[in-house]
C-alpha cells in the first residue's frame, strides 16, 4: 500500500464513528483531507452532518467537495473530531501542527466530546519529538519569545534547535491567524506535560502542538491492514 493509500484506508475507518446529526471537527492535512472527501460521498448518499474546518485549507475542500460547515459559535458542542498528526506515544499524546492549523485543532478538539486520530505507522513513536514541536507565537516579539522557549524548555530538561519556520514563497510562515511558526526540535520529549505546561506559560505563545488528553482512538494504517487503538477509560 502506497504512503497515500493508507492516509485514504485511515480516514476511510474513521467513517465509522460517523452517525446522521453528527456535528464534526474537520481537521487538517493530507490524511484529514482524505475524510473530508469520503465524507462528501456519504453526504451526496443522503447523511445529514454539519462541519467545524480547523483551518482555511480545510474550509476550501469541504465546500468544493460539498461537505456543509458551520462555525464553532453556532452549535452547542461538538460530537467528534477526526484530524491527523505528526507524531503519536503509546499514551495517546500527539504532536500537531505541521500542516500550522494546531491553534484551531486545539480548539476544535477541546469542544468536541470525542476525537479519533487518523495516521500511519510511520507517525507511532515511543516517545514524542522526532518531528519538531510547532509553537505557535505571536509576530510582536518573535524573537523575545523564541528566547523564552529556549529557557523554558532548558528548565523542563528539553533542548534542541528552534527555527521559525519559513513560507514557501520566502519570509516567515503565518497561520490562518496571522501568527508565526517555532518548530523546536528537541528530538527527545522527556517531560511533554512539564514541557506544555512551561509553553503556555509564556504570554507571546498562542499555543503548542503537543496534544495531551484529547484523543480518544488511533486509527493506524499500515502495510497490513488497519489497526485502532483506543484508549482505555480512567
Ligand atoms: O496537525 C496537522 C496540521 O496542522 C496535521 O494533522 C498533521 O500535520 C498531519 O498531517 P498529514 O496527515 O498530512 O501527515
Known sequence: MSADAMKRAAAAAALDFVEPGMRLGLGTGSTAAWFV??????????LDVVGVPTSEATATLAREVGV???SLDAVAGLDLTVDGADEFDPD???IK???GALLREKIVAADSRRMVVITDESKAVARLGAFPLPIEVTSFGAVATLRAIAEAARRTGHAGALTFRAAPGGGRFTTDQGNAIVDASFRQISDPQALADALVRIPGVVEHGLFIGYASTVIVAGRDGIRRLDKPAN
Open 37 to 46: 472527501r469520503l465524507l462528501a460521498e456519504k453526504v451526496t448518499a443522503g
Open 68 to 70: 456543509p460547515l458551520t
Open 97 to 99: 501542527g505541521g500542516g
Open 92 to 94: 495517546f499524546n500527539l
